[in-house]
């Protein structure tokens, strides 16, 4: 089955630096990869997603990245604020049954003022 | 439109206790899986469900079971208890469209199982 690994596990940035979040996953087959926040309490939330046939997307200050070839993909927060804090987890899915996802272990993402 | 809701949003049952955890999608949304979230293992796949057929299956025992209804409502099951089951069971929602046009999952709060 797939298997879905995050790197780094925590990560702390001052206000206004960048962070950045990488995963590799296993299956070739995957082509849809979805990333979520979580906060406290709170189930995780859809920020931005990619599908295997696009390299990159943008959505304001988030961005995600797609390496196929490598199998990576990775987010990266630009200008982060304190509300950027919170539990990121990344996803590996098939774009034809997106309902079974295998995350990756969550990097809890600390902004500091 | 109303988003994915769970009930209870707390629960707490004894070990061999049984529980049953309820979801209601978003309005339209067909498809409903379910997740477990533990500290050391993460957000682990339980089921989906689809049209009231169980689509995909997780690496769980037999011991965890759910059904959707016509109106896409889901539940899940866990008979007896064990204190690993200690967990935030969370449901997740999507459309399900035909493909390459997106199939977000939209989670619900989810329902904090404690096991005494």
């Known amino acids: 089955g797939e298997n879905v690994e995050q790197h780094p596990s925590t990560l702390s940035v001052q206000e206004g630096d960048s962070a950045v979040i990488k995963c590799t996953y296993s299956?070739?087959?995957?082509?849809?990869f979805p990333w979520y926040k979580q906060e406290l309490g709170k189930g995780p939330q859809l920020i931005i997603d990619i599908r295997s046939n696009v390299g990159e997307k943008k959505d304001q200050r988030i961005a995600v990245t797609l390496n196929k070839t490598a199998k990576h993909f990775s987010l990266h927060i630009t200008e982060t604020q304190p509300e950027d804090s919170a539990v990121y987890f990344c996803?590996?899915?098939?774009?034809?049954?997106?309902?079974?996802?295998?995350f990756g272990d969550g990097t809890t993402l600390t902004v500091k003022p | 439109k109303a988003g994915v809701t769970q009930t209870p949003r707390y629960l707490i049952k004894t070990r061999g206790q049984q529980v049953t955890l309820s979801c209601s999608p978003i309005s339209g949304h067909r498809s409903v899986s379910w997740y477990q979230q533990t500290p050391g293992q993460g957000l682990q796949f339980l089921f989906e469900y689809f049209s009231e057929t169980q689509r995909n299956k997780g690496n769980f025992p037999g011991r965890f079971s759910g059904r959707q209804f016509s109106n896409s409502r889901s539940e899940m099951n866990v008979s007896t208890l064990e204190l690993g089951d200690s967990a935030l069971y969370l449901c997740?929602?999507?459309?399900?469209?035909?493909?390459?046009?997106?199939?977000?999952?939209?989670f619900g709060p989810g329902t904090r199982l404690t096991v005494l």
């Open positions: 299956d070739s087959a995957s082509n849809y």
């Open positions: 997740a929602s999507s459309l399900v469209v035909p493909p390459g046009l997106g199939n977000e999952q939209f």
């Open positions: 996803a590996a899915s098939w774009l034809t049954n997106a309902g079974k996802s295998t």
